[in-house]
């Protein structure tokens, strides 16, 4: 009994982030999900509120012929906030080199 209880906290503590991340979000001409394309958030949501551009340099080890080696690489990121009112949880949709990465639910709209 013990176990279950620990186990129904542990679930209830961790709830909140799992609410916060969503595979997908809902616009005006249509559903916005992880992998979509730059141009068809734009096409189902219109312009973000807002919007951040940054570049990120990442390191990824590789091996060529028994010697490791490191490449880097740099990769575009686009913060978009998207505004649906004062009723609804702002958007934040997270874009790498043009494909929706990541989309977050923020507090209430204005």
């Known amino acids: 009994m013990r ?10 503590l961790a709830l909140p982030a799992w609410a916060m991340e969503n595979p997908t979000m809902i616009c005006p001409k249509g559903i ?3 992998g979509d394309y730059q141009v068809e958030v734009l096409a189902k949501c219109g312009e973000p509120a807002a919007k951040i551009r940054r570049e990120e340099k ?3 080890k ?3 012929g028994g010697r490791e080696r490191t490449l ?17 949880f702002l958007q934040l949709v997270v874009i790498e080199d043009g494909r929706v990465k990541r989309i977050e ?3 209430y709209g204005y």
């Open 62 to 64: 590789v091996r060529d």
């Open 72 to 88: 880097a690489s740099t990769v575009t990121i686009d913060e978009w906030t998207f505004n649906f009112g004062p009723q609804e």
């Open 3 to 12: 176990f279950l209880g620990a186990m129904t906290l542990s679930f209830l």
């Open 105 to 107: 639910s923020l507090g």
């Open 32 to 34: 916005v999900s992880d």
């Open 58 to 60: 990442r390191f990824e």
